[in-house]
């Protein structure tokens, strides 16, 4: 696993074995930092690739708790919220590699639902979108499929990418 810490808000984990899958064991130990430290998490998924009889097996899971922001599941908004979640990370994880671009995102605080998906559909770029909510973290991929990219908005006094940091280079 490679850190790379881009600026005091941006931090990559690079899977240098395989593409990245957040069901693995292997990032137990991030999604445990962020659900001690966060009380909210939504899923987001942005421009569907497959819309086929497995995505539609896989997202009868959520039904309860999907807002669609584009008709069709082409973007998606899902409370993931450990405490409504009650499913694994694993079954999320099937959901993710449907999108060409997945992310979650965490809120020290519950979002202002409205806001929040007026600002998802206004496709900001997720330094901006970030900008608006103080206490959040984005998880999101991007082009690479073996990058895991972590954007922060926290007090400076928070060591949330001193504790990442710490844990994936002892992996």
């Known amino acids: 696993m490679n850190c790379n810490l881009h600026n005091e808000n941006l931090l990559s984990l690079k899977d240098t074995n395989k593409k990245v899958d957040i069901g693995d064991d292997k990032w137990?130990?991030?999604?445990?930092?962020l659900?001690?430290?966060f009380e909210f998490c939504y899923f987001r998924g942005y421009r569907l690739i497959n819309?086929?009889?497995?995505?539609k097996f896989e997202i009868k899971r959520y039904q309860d708790s999907i807002v669609e922001l584009i008709p069709d599941f082409h973007d998606i908004l899902i409370d993931v919220t450990?405490?409504?979640m009650g499913i694994s990370r694993r079954a999320l994880a099937?959901?993710?590699?449907?999108y060409e671009y997945p992310s979650l995102l965490y809120f020290r605080d519950l979002p202002d639902f409205s806001k929040l998906k007026?600002?998802?559909?206004?496709?900001?770029?997720?330094?901006?979108f970030s900008s608006f909510y103080s206490e959040s973290v984005l998880i999101y991929a991007s082009f690479e499929n073996d990058v895991i990219?972590?954007?922060k908005n926290t007090e400076p006094s928070d060591n949330l990418f001193n504790e990442i940091v710490k844990t994936?280079?002892?992996n």
């Open 168 to 170: 994936f280079k002892n």
């Open 149 to 151: 990219w972590i954007l």
């Open 28 to 33: 137990h130990a991030l999604f445990s930092i």
């Open 35 to 37: 659900n001690r430290k």
């Open 118 to 128: 007026n600002q998802l559909q206004s496709q900001l770029d997720y330094q901006t």
């Open 51 to 55: 819309n086929d009889e497995r995505f």
């Open 82 to 84: 450990d405490s409504s």
């Open 94 to 98: 099937r959901i993710w590699y449907f």
